[in-house]
Every structure is written in C-alpha cells, then in structure tokens.
C-alpha cells in the first residue's frame, strides 16, 4: 500500500517561490508513475506535472518554464519547485501514484494513490 505525504504549503507574494515535496512510503521507485495536481474551489481538479517510470517529464502549459517536477530515489521523495508563483496557482496541490508505465497530466483517475493534499495560496 503506497502512502504519499505532501508538505511546504503556505502563502506567498506573487513572484515568490515554494517548494512541495510528497513522501512516499511503501513505494518502490521504479515501479510507480508519479504526479502532481491541483484543485482550486469550484474547478475541477487539473495535472500540473508528472514523472512516468523511466523519467519522462511532462507540465501543463500553464507551468511550463516556472514549475519544477524531482524526485530524490534514495529518500523516496517526490518535489514540485515552483517558481514566479501567481495568483492563478492558488489551489490545494495533491501527489498521486500510479503503478503503470506512462504517466498523465488530463486524468486523474489515471492514479490509484492520493494524497492529502498542501494548500497553497498565491496573493497579488
């Protein structure tokens, strides 16, 4: 049973940076596609980046150049940089798992592992 843990929410200025992070926990590396998402009130919930099993990388447009998608192996942790934040990025940011190969931004039901869930709130 994989768990995911998601941390390093919190407010920032627009312009500013934060860095998510998902711990993983009954997890082997190689076995799992992961991604992040998000889902502000009243949208449905939208990928903003993943990671497919040989590392393949893939971001919504809307991200493309500002977020950062990692992983670090060995301590089984899963990032998201983001950077030059915007109002628009307001949203709770999820991590999923998935055990097949490829990995998908458009749908979440792709992922049978979610976690809680960070908020992060982006003011003008």
């Known amino acids: 049973q994989v768990q995911l843990v998601e941390s390093g929410g919190g407010s920032v200025q627009a312009g500013g940076s934060l860095r998510l992070s998902c711990a993983a926990s009954g997890y082997t590396y190689s076995r799992y596609s992961m991604g992040w998402f998000r889902q502000a009130p009243g949208k449905e919930r939208e990928g903003v980046a993943c990671i497919d099993r040989v590392r393949s990388i893939r971001y919504a447009d809307s991200v493309k150049g500002r977020f950062t998608i990692s992983q670090d192996s060995a301590q089984n942790i899963l990032y998201l940089q983001m950077n030059s934040l915007k109002p628009e990025d307001t949203a709770m940011y999820y991590c999923?798992?998935?055990?097949?190969?490829?990995?998908?931004?458009?749908?979440?039901?792709?992922?049978?592992?979610w976690g809680r869930g960070t908020q992060v709130t982006v003011s003008s």
């Open positions: 999923a798992a998935s055990g097949r190969f490829d990995c998908s931004l458009g749908s979440p039901e792709f992922y049978n592992n």
